[in-house]
């Protein structure tokens, strides 16, 4: 797989390189993303990452086609919903997510949120058994605590090569980053712009002012620093260029140590308090 000279990558276990800002896709769909996607390619993107639960796979597929994409030359991602996390429906879902999609593999599996009520064992087998197939090259997991990634580790066949979590200068998440780095884990973020509601910080106000660069650039700067993998989203053809001009300026380390020190703990989407009644993350009652 080729990126872009610019664009850094990390190397998963199994020897992919994985490009360190991906196109983020949640909640866009129809003409917006199909819009957000070609200003992607076209400025150099080479990662997407998308979900079945996204319910934009299929638009994500059409635009690939249409714009005749060397499969070779792009990192794709998508994720099983936690209802589907049994053995027999992980594997129906992988074959429906690349139907859509228009690929014959992915290079990114993941189980989009633990399921309780479902082995992780189970899960991860069916994992093991579609990379065998050759239909995923990598396996992962999102929004996994340490605890739960620690389970994982444990009975895992397959090598689990990406936590995808909520990470952002509000929520920086040290315990359970240094667990990933520890297991050769690799930090995917989402919502790594805080889903904007970073951009009120002050302190992050005055950093970008000062580097004449955008709230949104400089706090994605900071995170590839840390070793961390972004995926933006946005629907503008500008942010989305912008989202990937991070790599022919440098930041302080005493500017990225400022950064550091905003973290408050602070979840946008992942708080960890959730219940179990009706229908959460894609569990129905």
């Known amino acids: 797989m080729t990126t872009p000279a610019t664009t850094p ?10 490009p360190m800002v991906g196109l983020g896709t949640w909640n866009i769909e129809g003409d917006d993303l199909r819009v957000s996607l070609r200003s992607g390619l076209d400025a150099g993107y080479t990662h997407v990452d998308t979900a079945e639960g996204y319910m934009n ?3 994500i597929g059409e635009v690939l086609a249409e714009e005749s994409v060397d499969r070779d030359d792009l990192f794709l991602t998508s994720k099983v919903l936690p209802k589907n996390l049994d053995y027999e429906s992980v594997i129906a879902s992988c074959k429906e997510s690349l139907e859509k999609l228009g690929t014959d593999y992915l290079d990114l599996y993941l189980i989009h949120w633990p399921n309780p009520a479902i082995s992780v064992r189970e899960t991860l087998s069916a994992m093991a058994h579609l990379q065998e197939e050759g239909l995923v090259r990598n396996v992962g997991v999102s929004n996994f605590s340490t605890y739960q990634l620690s389970a994982a580790l444990h009975v895992s066949p ?3 090569a990406v936590n995808q979590i909520e990470f952002h200068p509000w929520l920086q998440r040290p315990d359970l980053v240094e667990f ?11 919502a790594p712009l805080g889903r904007t509601e970073i951009f009120a910080d002050e302190r992050l106000q005055q950093i970008a002012e000062s580097y004449e660069k955008s709230v949104a650039q400089v706090t994605l700067k900071w995170a590839v620093e840390r070793g961390v993998t972004v995926l933006p989203k946005s629907t503008s053809p500008d942010h989305v260029r912008a989202n990937l001009d991070l790599f022919d300026w440098s930041i302080d380390d005493a500017d990225l140590a400022r950064i550091d020190e905003l973290d408050r703990g602070q979840a946008v989407y992942d708080d960890r308090v959730r219940g179990w009644e009706g229908e959460v993350y894609g569990i129905s009652e």
């Not at 990558?9 to 994985?18: H, I, N, Q, S």
């Not at 990933?180 to 989402?190: N, T």
């Open 180 to 190: 990933c780095r520890k297991h050769d884990v690799e930090i995917e973020a989402a």
């Open 9 to 18: 990558t990390t190397t998963l276990p199994g020897g992919d390189e994985l």
């Open 57 to 59: 796979e299929a638009t």
């Open 158 to 160: 397959v090598d689990i």
